[in-house]
């Protein structure tokens, strides 16, 4: 049976080609609401992507519909964004997942191949 | 909380360069729909511009944006994974098979009137000929009375609408149906006479179409023909006849349009939705079976010389290939519906 935790988990899932900037772009408004120019350069100073804007907005629509960040008003034309208490959820589900894989992968590397 | 701004690229200064760059970005937006563009637009533009400042001017940031953009224009009509809600995306996908089995369905009627006429006059050489026809006539009817069917719940709401006095949004639509179906009916049974078959020919027992119901088919889709590309010969053509060729599709246009608003705007219940892709299932079925039938004439004809009643032209493979792709379509839509209505 699906835990309300795991749906959460899918939830980011179902955002198709848009997952992966997803991801990004929550874990870059952890920190506080930013505006579609400072979530490229803040996700590009600490993942070394540069999301394209047609493709951070794809992401950013998609995100709002699902309920996960929200628009903050305001009087400037570059409308600023922030994650909402759904979105917490599932970037933490999401981060979770994600740390699991890579400690697996980082474990069998060093069995296999010590490379850490 | 505060919000993390990084030093803005763009002057305020206004220069002649910032200006240009404002003016590619706003260009750009063109590539969303109009929704998207009110609800997005000014921020949107400001990130291009400011990327465009920082970055100069680059195609592969073009292609993204248009990309993006096309996709937002395919989910506005339940194409692509839908930003919109669940029931609003589901709405438009369902218009979306609506205009693509319509657009089936004229392709499909125009090559099956072809045939229908055809067997009013002469005794098909191929059996595979009749065949073919028994299998486009049972589906089309079957799609005829499919549309019927899923028009009830969508009429229904919308008279239960203008009776509590919200019926406004459902005006244009209505009006542009009724109107589309009032010329073509009329139209129909005025240019049918146009042909000699009418009311059923010596020969009409050996097809399963009544001689009414084809020529009226035939007077329904004569404008799909390859004599737009022979202006000469389109030119003994009565001026009447030239001007229902011209006025017919507009009529066609006038139904689809206004059927396919009809459907994004009533609110369906989720029982209703559910029955209309049921329908929509079935709609899919028939049209592939339509597409066979269609496939068998075209295998069936393949001898027949030029001027045969049962010949088959350029027009009619393309009328296939446009069949095929309507399908595609329908199934493409339909697979959004369920995905929309799984989330509602």
């Given at each position: 049976m699906?835990t309300p935790?795991a749906d959460?988990s899918?939830a980011?899932e179902?955002?198709?080609?848009?997952?992966?900037?997803?991801?990004l772009?929550?874990?870059?408004?952890?920190?506080?609401?930013?505006?579609?120019?400072a979530?490229?350069?803040d996700?590009?100073?600490?993942?070394?992507?540069?999301?394209?804007?047609?493709t951070l907005?794809e992401?950013l629509?998609?995100?709002e519909?699902?309920g996960m960040?929200?628009?903050?008003?305001?009087q400037?034309?570059?409308?600023?964004?922030?994650?909402?208490?759904?979105g917490?959820?599932a970037?933490t589900?999401?981060?979770e997942?994600?740390r699991?894989?890579?400690e697996?992968?980082?474990r069998?590397l060093?069995?296999?191949?010590a490379?850490? | 909380?505060?919000v993390?701004?990084?030093?803005?690229?763009?002057?305020?200064?206004?220069?002649?360069r910032?200006?240009q760059h404002?003016?590619?970005?706003?260009?750009?937006?063109?590539?969303y729909?109009?929704a998207?563009r009110?609800?997005y637009?000014?921020?949107?533009?400001?990130?291009?511009?400011?990327?465009i400042t920082?970055?100069g001017?680059?195609?592969?940031?073009?292609?993204?944006?248009?990309v993006?953009?096309?996709?937002?224009?395919?989910?506005?009509v339940?194409?692509?994974?839908?930003?919109?809600?669940?029931?609003a995306?589901a709405?438009?996908?369902?218009a979306?098979?609506?205009?693509?089995?319509?657009?089936?369905?004229?392709?499909g009627?125009?090559?099956w009137?072809?045939l229908?006429?055809?067997?009013?006059w002469s005794?098909p050489?191929?059996?595979?000929?009749?065949l073919?026809m028994?299998?486009?006539?049972?589906?089309l009817?079957?799609?005829?009375?499919l549309?019927?069917?899923?028009?009830?719940p969508?009429?229904w709401?919308?008279?239960?609408?203008?009776?509590r006095?919200?019926?406004?949004q459902?005006r244009?639509?209505?009006?542009?149906?009724?109107?589309?179906l009032?010329v073509?009916?009329?139209g129909?049974?005025?240019f049918e006479?146009g042909?000699?078959?009418?009311g059923g020919?010596?020969l009409?027992?050996?097809g399963?179409v009544?001689?009414?119901?084809?020529?009226f088919?035939?007077?329904?889709?004569m404008w799909?023909?390859?004599y737009?590309?022979?202006p000469a010969?389109?030119?003994a053509?009565?001026?009447?006849?030239i001007?229902?060729?011209v006025?017919c599709?507009?009529a066609?246009?006038?139904?689809?349009?206004?059927a396919?608003?009809?459907?994004?705007?009533?609110?369906?219940?989720?029982?209703?939705?559910?029955?209309?892709?049921?329908?929509a299932n079935i709609?899919?079925?028939e049209?592939a079976?339509?597409?066979?039938?269609?496939?068998v004439?075209?295998?069936?004809?393949?001898d027949a010389?030029p001027?045969?009643?049962?010949?088959t032209g350029?027009i009619?493979r393309?009328g296939?290939?446009?069949?095929?792709?309507?399908?595609?379509?329908?199934a493409a839509?339909?697979r959004?519906?369920?995905?929309a209505?799984?989330?509602?």
């Amino acid at each position: 049976m699906d835990t309300p935790r795991a749906d959460q988990s899918r939830a980011l899932e179902t955002l198709g080609r848009s997952s992966g900037p997803a991801g990004l772009i929550l874990s870059s408004l952890a920190d506080g609401p930013k505006h579609g120019y400072a979530l490229t350069k803040d996700i590009e100073s600490f993942a070394g992507v540069r999301l394209a804007p047609g493709t951070l907005y794809e992401a950013l629509t998609r995100l709002e519909a699902h309920g996960m960040i929200e628009a903050v008003e305001s009087q400037d034309r570059r409308r600023p964004y922030r994650l909402t208490a759904t979105g917490a959820t599932a970037l933490t589900t999401y981060l979770e997942s994600q740390r699991k894989v890579a400690e697996v992968g980082l474990r069998r590397l060093a069995d296999s191949w010590a490379l850490t | 909380m505060t919000v993390s701004v990084p030093a803005p690229p763009t002057g305020d200064g206004g220069d002649s360069r910032t200006s240009q760059h404002a003016a590619l970005a706003r260009r750009l937006l063109l590539w969303y729909p109009r929704a998207w563009r009110v609800r997005y637009g000014d921020e949107f533009a400001e990130l291009i511009a400011a990327e465009i400042t920082e970055r100069g001017p680059c195609w592969r940031r073009s292609a993204d944006v248009a990309v993006s953009g096309l996709r937002a224009r395919l989910a506005g009509v339940g194409m692509t994974g839908h930003p919109l809600d669940a029931g609003a995306a589901a709405r438009a996908g369902l218009a979306t098979v609506a205009a693509c089995a319509a657009t089936a369905g004229l392709a499909g009627a125009a090559m099956w009137a072809q045939l229908a006429v055809g067997l009013q006059w002469s005794v098909p050489p191929d059996r595979g000929i009749t065949l073919a026809m028994d299998l486009m006539s049972a589906a089309l009817l079957v799609l005829a009375m499919l549309g019927l069917l899923a028009a009830a719940p969508v009429a229904w709401t919308a008279a239960a609408a203008a009776v509590r006095g919200h019926g406004r949004q459902f005006r244009w639509p209505a009006v542009l149906v009724t109107a589309g179906l009032l010329v073509l009916v009329v139209g129909g049974h005025h240019f049918e006479n146009g042909w000699p078959g009418t009311g059923g020919h010596l020969l009409a027992p050996q097809g399963s179409v009544p001689g009414g119901v084809a020529a009226f088919g035939w007077a329904a889709t004569m404008w799909i023909t390859s004599y737009w590309a022979h202006p000469a010969a389109l030119g003994a053509f009565p001026a009447t006849q030239i001007a229902w060729m011209v006025l017919c599709p507009v009529a066609i246009g006038c139904v689809v349009t206004g059927a396919v608003q009809l459907l994004r705007r009533a609110q369906l219940s989720p029982r209703a939705l559910r029955y209309e892709m049921w329908l929509a299932n079935i709609a899919g079925a028939e049209l592939a079976a339509f597409v066979g039938g269609a496939v068998v004439w075209v295998l069936s004809a393949g001898d027949a010389g030029p001027g045969a009643p049962f010949r088959t032209g350029a027009i009619d493979r393309a009328g296939l290939a446009i069949l095929a792709v309507a399908l595609l379509g329908c199934a493409a839509a339909a697979r959004h519906v369920r995905a929309a209505a799984g989330h509602g």
